[in-house]
Nanobody
Framework: VQLQASGGGLVQAGGSLRLSCAASARGRIFSNNGMGWFRQAPDKEREFVAGINWRGGGTYYVDSVKGRFTISRDNAKNTVTLQMNSLKPEDTATYYC?????????????????WGQGTLVTVSS
């Protein structure tokens, strides 16, 4: 069971980044699972950023990213994407993708059973 996150980097405030998460598990696919993105800044707790239900019919965002971030998924490719626009310095963190225990993407870390390794996003002012 593996989740591979990519796309992080250094960007100026106001810029954009696109994070991707590829899921693979020896033939098992994650199209039946909700997927989410979390982030953790230095000396802060991990926080929920965005989630998407198994068919993509429901998406959820933390208030601080609403209108700037968009989560989407391609079940045929087992990928989940987080498009991040209008980035702010406070978005600086390591971003983690995660697969939920059920078809619904909850907002708590305990709602997720598999985690990727994280990708660092740094937004300069």
């Amino acid at each position: 069971v593996q989740l591979q996150a990519s796309g992080g980097g250094l960007v100026q405030a106001g810029g954009s980044l696109r994070l991707s998460c590829a899921a693979s598990a020896r033939g098992r696919i994650f199209s039946n699972n909700g997927m989410g993105w979390f982030r953790q800044a230095p000396d802060k707790e991990r926080e929920f950023v965005a989630g998407i239900n198994w068919r993509g019919g429901g998406t959820y965002y933390v208030d601080s990213v609403k209108g700037r971030f968009t989560i989407s998924r391609d079940n045929a490719k087992n990928t989940v994407t987080l498009q991040m626009n209008s980035l702010k310095p406070e978005d600086t963190a390591t971003y983690y993708c995660a697969a939920a225990r059920s078809a619904v993407a909850g907002s708590g870390a305990s709602d997720y059973s598999y985690w990727g390794q994280g990708t660092l996003v740094t937004v300069s002012s």
